[in-house]
C-alpha cells in the first residue's frame, strides 16, 4: 500500500498545479496547517515530511482573463480576442504564479513542565506577480493614433517576481486550556530577484494651438525604476555553473532576509473557536550582485526644427539628430546602480472561525490525554477563513466558507466555497488519509472548471505526503 | 486498514485529475499574433523667414535654401522588417507673396537618393497666410526604398525674390508609421 502511495503521489505531483491555501487552513494536515498558522492546535507528538514530498503547491491565477478567453478554438481570429481582452482588463487586474516545494519538514512535541511543539524546516518558494500595463499594451497593441490626447501611465507597469528559499523554526504552547499561541522566525535567501513596482509618470501625444509643430509628445514627471538581484552575476555562466551557483544562494549563500510568523487558537467552548494568523512579517535585504536601473526626468519632443544656416563650403550641417537624442538622455538619464535595497515580502493574514458539531470521532467520547486535555474531534466542522496577502497595489482579499468531516481517523475531506479576486464560483475540496501514520493529502480548488482548465482563472492543487505520530 | 475509505480516496482523486484538460482550445493560434500599432509622430518643422531669400551683403537673391537631417531611427534594420506603410502629412503656413517649390529628399548614408517627395506651395500675404497641405502615403514596397535612407535633405526653392520680401514660410509635419510585429 505505501508503494502505492509512493506512484501515486509522484502521479500526483506532476500534474499539479495552484496563493490562498484555504483548504489547508486549520485542516488535519500538521506540517502545512502549522506553516499556515504558527498558534494552531497540534494534537501529535511528532512529524516529519518526507523529503521534497511533504509539500508541493503551485497556483496560477490571472484576475480578469482565462486561457479560454484567448486560445478558444471558435473561429474568432486570436488578435480580436486579444483586443477585446486588452479592452476589458484594468490596470488591476494581476497574473500571479506561486509556489511552493517543502525540503524539510519535521516537528516534535517537547514533554516536560511546560509541553511545546516545535518544528521547522525548509521551503523552496517561486513568487511572481504582474499588473496588467493596461495602457503600455493600448500603445503596444494599437500606438498612439486613435488616442491623441491620452496620458499613457507608467504606473501600469508593476511586477514582481523572486525566487528564495525560507528556513524555518517554530514553537507552539497552549497557553491555556481556551488560548494555543506559536511563532515561528524564518530566514530568507533569495536567489533571484526582479521588480518594478514604484513607477509613476506619464507619456501623451497632444494637438495644441500654437505649439511649433503638429503634435506635442510630453512625458510628464517621469520616475521609473527596475530593481534586480542575482542576476548579473549569472550572467555569461554556462547551464551547469548557473545551476551550482542557485545552490549554493539556496544554502543560504544569497542575499538573505529575516521574518516572522505568528498566529493563535481561541477555543470559546467545546465548539466554537477563533484562529489567526499573520505570516511572512518580514523583509530581503538585497546587499550583493543588485543592479537598479532608473529613468527620471520630463520631456517635450515636438520633431526636429530646422533652422536652414549659411553654410561654408565643406562645412557640415548641423547634427539636427544627435542634438535631438543628447537633449533626451540629459533631461531623461537613464541611470544603473549597484545599490543595496531592502524589500518587504508579501505579508498574508489569515483568521477564521470555526465550529465543530455532531458526534465525537471514534469510541471512547472523552478526553484524548495525549492533547493536553483539549477535546477530542467531532466529525463535522464549519466555519468562515478571512484571508489577505499585501500585493505592490495593495491588499488581495479571500472570504472562504468551509465545511470539513472526518470518517474515522483515516480519512477527512474538507470542502470549500471561496471568494476571491479570480472568481465567484471557487468550489474547492481536500481529501486527508491517514494510513497507520502515513498521511497523503490532495487539496484542489476551481473544481467547476476541473473539467476544462482553460476556462479556470485559477487553478489550486496541492499534494503532500507526512508520517505523523499521534 | 479501512479499505474501503482507501479506495474511495483513490476514486476521488483520480477523478479530479484525470477529468483535468484543455478543452476546445487551440494553442496554435499563438503564431497568429499580429501586432499592428499605428504611430503618430513628428517630424520636422521650420519658420522661414522671406529675408532667407536674400543676400542683402551682396545684393543677390537665394533662390535656393536647403537644410539637413539625419533621421537615424529610418534606417535601422529592426524598423525595416515592421513597417509596412507610412503617410507623411506636411503642412506650410505661407506668408510670402511668392509660391515655393519645397522637396524632401531621403538620402542613404553616402548621399544616394533613396526616395524624393515634391510638392509646391501656394502664394499668401502677411494679412492672409495661405495653407497648402501635401500628403504622401507610402506602401510597403516604397516605404522598403525609404527606410534605405538615413537622413533628409529639405529644399526649398523661391520663384523670385527682392529685399523687400517679407514674411514667413511656416512648416509642420508629421508621420503616421503603420507597424506589423509578428512572430
Known amino acids: 500500500m505505501k508503494k502505492l502511495l509512493f506512484i501515486y503521489l509522484a502521479f500526483g505531483l506532476s500534474v499539479a498545479v495552484s496563493q490562498n491555501k484555504q483548504l489547508l487552513y486549520n485542516w488535519e494536515v500538521t506540517p502545512q496547517t502549522l506553516m499556515l498558522n504558527p498558534g494552531a492546535l497540534v494534537t501529535n507528538q511528532f512529524h516529519a515530511g518526507i523529503p521534497l514530498a511533504s509539500q508541493f503547491h503551485i497556483n496560477v491565477g490571472s484576475s480578469g482573463v482565462s486561457v479560454f478567453d484567448i486560445f478558444a478554438d471558435d473561429g474568432v481570429d486570436i488578435n480580436t480576442k486579444i483586443s477585446n481582452t486588452i479592452s476589458r482588463l484594468s490596470s488591476r487586474d494581476f497574473f500571479t504564479v506561486n509556489q511552493q516545494l517543502d525540503v524539510l519538514n519535521f516537528g516534535w512535541l517537547s514533554k516536560g513542565l511546560e509541553p511545546m511543539y516545535f518544528s521547522g524546516g525548509m521551503y523552496q518558494e517561486l513568487d511572481a506577480i504582474a499588473y496588467f500595463p493596461k495602457d503600455i499594451a493600448i500603445l503596444a497593441w494599437e500606438g498612439n493614433r486613435e488616442y491623441i490626447g491620452k496620458a499613457y501611465d507608467f504606473n501600469d507597469i508593476s511586477a514582481r517576481a523572486d525566487l528564495l528559499t525560507v528556513y524555518h523554526f517554530g514553537v507552539n504552547k497552549q497557553v491555556s486550556k481556551k488560548l494555543t499561541a506559536g511563532v515561528r522566525l524564518k530566514l530568507y535567501s533569495s536567489l533571484i530577484s526582479v521588480s518594478s513596482t514604484r513607477n509613476k509618470g506619464a507619456f501623451k501625444t497632444t494637438v495644441r494651438e500654437g505649439s511649433a509643430n503638429i503634435y506635442e509628445h510630453t512625458v510628464t514627471d517621469l520616475d521609473v525604476e527596475v530593481r534586480t538581484s542575482g542576476f548579473i552575476s549569472l550572467d555569461g555562466l554556462e547551464q551547469s555553473q548557473v545551476r551550482k551557483k542557485l545552490l549554493g544562494r539556496a544554502l543560504l549563500g544569497g542575499n538573505l532576509g529575516i521574518g516572522i510568523d505568528a498566529g493563535i487558537t481561541y477555543q470559546f467552548d467545546n465548539e466554537l473557536s477563533l484562529t489567526a494568523s499573520v505570516l511572512d512579517l518580514g523583509a530581503i535585504f538585497h546587499t550583493k550582485d543588485t543592479e537598479l536601473y532608473k529613468a527620471k526626468g520630463d520631456y ?30 540629459r533631461e531623461i538619464p537613464v541611470d544603473t546602480l549597484n545599490t543595496g535595497y531592502t524589500q518587504l515580502r508579501p505579508t498574508k493574514i489569515n483568521a477564521a472561525l470555526h465550529y465543530d458539531f455532531g458526534r465525537f470521532v471514534g469510541d471512547n467520547g472523552g478526553c484524548n490525554c495525549k492533547n493536553n486535555g483539549t477535546k477530542q474531534k467531532r466529525v463535522s466542522q464549519a466555519g468562515v477563513q478571512y484571508y489577505s496577502i499585501f500585493r505592490p497595489r495593495g491588499l488581495q482579499l479571500a472570504g472562504t466558507l468551509y465545511y470539513t468531516r472526518r470518517f474515522g481517523n483515516t480519512l477527512s475531506i474538507k470542502t470549500t466555497y471561496t471568494l476571491d479576486s479570480y472568481s465567484a464560483k471557487n468550489i474547492g475540496a481536500g481529501m486527508f488519509l491517514n494510513i497507520a501514520g502515513v498521511n497523503l493529502f490532495l487539496a484542489a480548488d476551481n473544481l467547476l472548471q476541473m473539467s476544462n482548465l482553460a476556462k479556470a482563472n485559477s487553478v489550486s492543487l496541492q499534494v503532500g505526503l507526512n508520517y505523523i505520530l499521534n | 486498514m479501512d479499505l474501503k475509505t482507501a479506495k474511495l480516496f483513490f476514486l ?84 510670402i507673396a511668392r509660391g515655393f517649390n519645397v522637396s524632401f529628399d531621403f538620402l542613404s548614408q553616402d548621399n544616394v537618393s533613396k526616395y524624393l517627395m515634391q510638392t509646391t506651395v501656394a502664394p499668401g500675404s502677411e494679412d492672409n497666410p495661405v495653407v497648402s497641405y501635401f500628403v504622401q502615403s507610402l506602401d510597403e514596397l516604397q516605404i522598403k526604398e525609404l527606410t534605405k535612407a538615413k537622413k533628409v535633405l529639405v529644399t526649398v526653392t523661391i520663384p523670385s525674390s527682392s529685399q523687400d520680401l517679407t514674411g514667413v514660410l511656416n512648416l509642420q509635419s508629421k508621420t503616421t508609421y503603420y507597424l506589423q510585429i509578428e512572430q
Open chain 1, 300 to 329: 517635450t519632443l515636438d520633431g526636429i526644427e530646422l533652422i536652414f544656416p549659411e553654410l561654408e563650403n565643406g562645412e557640415p550641417t548641423i547634427p539636427y539628430y544627435d542634438n535631438l537624442e543628447d537633449d533626451i538622455t
Open chain 2, 12 to 95: 476521488l482523486t483520480s477523478m479530479l485529475l484525470c477529468v483535468s484538460c484543455f478543452d476546445g482550445t487551440d494553442f496554435d493560434q499563438a503564431n497568429e499574433v499580429v501586432l499592428t500599432p499605428e504611430i503618430e509622430l513628428d517630424l520636422i518643422y521650420f519658420n522661414l523667414e522671406a529675408s532667407n531669400f536674400y543676400d542683402y551683403a551682396n545684393n543677390t537673391e537665394v533662390l535656393v535654401v536647403e537644410d539637413t537631417t539625419d533621421l537615424d531611427f529610418l534606417g535601422g534594420s529592426d524598423i525595416n522588417d515592421i513597417l509596412k506603410g507610412a503617410d507623411f502629412f506636411f503642412k506650410f503656413t505661407n506668408s
